[in-house]
């Protein structure tokens, strides 16, 4: 794999999210499927994704075939990972919720969801 992989510390807004994940910058990527496309944030598939803390402030978003888990903090609102439709056992992350990483300048790669017969990244 990659030897960009690394550890990031990740929160939302408010902090009473926090998690630990280790993911490789160079793997961004946007999409325009219904969801994404409201969040408008990069987001970046986790090696390994560990919740620090804040499980009481986490809520879970489910539409279509209710495959995806999408989370987000029910204090400050802020989209912090999901579960995609296609790979469960996978996590994506926000991209702006990781500490020292600026979301404006990571490269990031293009996902057609829209044009997916289910979407649901
Ligand atoms: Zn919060």
Redesign the pocket.
Known sequence: MSDNIQSYQGS??????TFTATLDLATAVRCNCSICRRKGTPMIATESFQLTS?ED?LSRYQFNTKAAKHYF?N????YTHHNPRSNPALTRVNAGCLEGVDPLTLECGLVDGASFTVVDL
């Open positions: 939302c807004h408010c902090g009473q999210v804040g402030s903090c204090n400050c609102g802020i």
